[in-house]
Nanobody, 126 residues
Framework: VQLVESGGGSVQAGGSLRLSCVATGNAYSRKCMSWFRQSPEKEREGVAAITTGGGSSIFYADSVKGRFTISKDNAQNTLYLQMNGLRVEDTGMYYC????????????????????WGQGTQVTVS
């Protein structure tokens, strides 16, 4: 599956951004998708994840609960991350991930579970 992110940028603290990830590939590979972020000071962190098909399940990292919202438009094959109340510590490269070998354990915040990654989109909060 191929993933292409967009929507990153530079914003002031308290601002908002919406990230998008267009996914192409078989439908199974797109059932469990997630957003990760990484900065030079931190390891790659699972931010939010979603499993769809026969209902949906969602995971959020504690650091973004109440501020970020993950959603998926299956018709458009697009994953979104709405980010409100952005903080300086949200700065980083944001990656879309998909293509898990098994849906057991989804939604997952473990980077090793995902086989496909986008190129990333930079988010800078000042």
């Amino acid at each position: 599956v191929q993933l292409v992110e967009s929507g990153g940028g530079s914003v002031q603290a308290g601002g908002s951004l919406r990230l998008s990830c267009v996914a192409t590939g078989n439908a199974y590979s797109r059932k469990c998708m997630s957003w990760f972020r990484q900065s030079p000071e931190k390891e790659r962190e699972g931010v939010a994840a979603i499993t769809t098909g026969g209902g949906s399940s969602i995971f959020y990292a504690d650091s973004v609960k109440g501020r970020f919202t993950i959603s998926k438009d299956n018709a458009q094959n697009t994953l979104y991350l709405q980010m409100n109340g952005l903080r300086v510590e949200d700065t980083g490269m944001y990656y879309c991930a998909a293509d898990v070998e098994s849906l057991y354990g989804c939604p997952s915040d473990a980077a090793g579970d995902y086989g496909s990654w986008g190129q990333g989109t930079q988010v800078t909060v000042s």
